[in-house]
């Protein structure tokens, strides 16, 4: 039988990638984003093979509303995130620190929650932290303490929801639109300096991170783990 992956934050980036591979594995999927503009993009580039829905992820209402259109599905795919939470700790806002908890752990949190009733028991759910919270990295401790928080669910979840797997993907440094707030010339260079100190000499492709959830989702013997897939820079 067919399995369903549902992935919130599916229209663009590290989300899109997964649906795209999910796809070619044979599951029928659902995408979903805030920016109707992407959903339609998303929906192309998949070849219109995959239910493309708009939905804000930060809205309760809306993430019932997304989730009890579908009825029943499999696996749950939280491939959303946050940019805010940069900076050193010594003049770092607390706004800022405060935004990435609520643009990525609470929601992440709460979709996860209301996909409970709709999920199969024996499906997955797969979240999405970052290296940030496993690296030493000088200017990442708001970022980082937002990624952690989403890594610290994963083991409870796994015993506390069982048999439903919980796991997530920790990227790196990954070329996706996540970097659109740099300029161009500024976003070369800091890849550029992310690649020297990466021990596989570049960043990462959307389609990594993708493969990575990819794997999360199909082995059913993987569970309580969170999966750094950095090209070894935390070592850095």
């Not at 610290?152 to 997530?168: I, M």
């Amino acid at each position: 039988m067919q399995q369903h992956a549902v992935i919130i934050g599916g229209t663009s980036g590290i989300g899109l990638a997964a649906a795209q591979i999910l796809l070619r594995d044979g599951f029928k999927v659902t995408v979903s984003g805030r920016d109707p503009q992407r959903v339609a993009n998303a929906s192309k580039q998949l070849r219109d093979e995959a239910n493309a829905v708009a939905a804000d992820a930060t809205d309760p209402a809306a993430v019932a509303a997304l989730l009890g259109g579908l009825g029943g599905f499999d696996h749950l795919v939280l491939a959303f995130g946050s940019n805010k939470g940069l900076g050193p700790f010594a003049t770092i806002g607390i706004e800022d620190v405060r935004l990435s908890f609520t643009e990525k752990v609470f929601p992440q949190f709460a979709c996860a929650q209301a996909a409970q009733k709709f999920l199969n028991p024996r499906g997955s759910i797969t979240f999405l932290s970052a290296v940030s919270a496993f690296g030493a990295m000088p200017g990442a401790a708001g970022i980082g303490a937002a990624n952690a928080a989403i890594a610290a669910l994963v083991p409870t979840l796994a015993r506390e929801l069982q048999p439903l797997r919980v796991n997530a993907v920790a990227p790196g440094v990954i070329d996706t639109p996540w970097w659109d707030w740099a300029a161009p010339d500024q976003k070369s260079q800091m890849f550029a300096d992310f690649a020297s100190q990466t021990p596989v000499g570049r960043v990462g492709t959307s389609e990594e991170i993708g493969n990575a959830i990819a794997f999360l989702v199909t082995n059913a013997f993987m569970t309580g783990q969170t999966i750094v897939c950095d090209g070894g820079i935390r070592l850095s």
